[in-house]
């Protein structure tokens, strides 16, 4: 004869693995919401040097009017505590064939969605660089 085991003796090795897994799972989340978002802050920033750097490549461009393309778009997606640094600084004298480079760097704690405890006290940075031509 075959005994069985009782499906209540059952449910509480369910609830048991449940406890133990549930702290594992949630942690788990918690670290996919954080890269993500880290993910979008380097995307936002490297978005951000780009529309910088065309605007510095313009003919009489400024450094106030790079700087304000870069925290436009920082603005618009939301992205916090942010500097903008540009290579050469007397970009608007560089001659045809040499580089320009935005830069735009932001800290990760004031940018997560979960506290930036993976990423906490990081500087992350984008940078594009692009040729002058006239």
Known sequence: MRRRFAPHRRRGAALVEFAVTLPLLVLILF????ACSMVYLQQSLKIAAYEGVRVALVPGSQTSNVQRAVNQTLSER?????????????YAE????QYVRVTATA???GNSLVGAWFFGGRMLSGSVEMMKEL
């Open 31 to 34: 670290a996919t919401i954080e």
């Open 78 to 90: 939301r992205i916090n505590g942010a500097s903008v640094s540009i290579t050469p600084t007397d």
């Open 94 to 97: 560089a001659s045809p064939g």
């Open 107 to 109: 800290p990760a704690q």
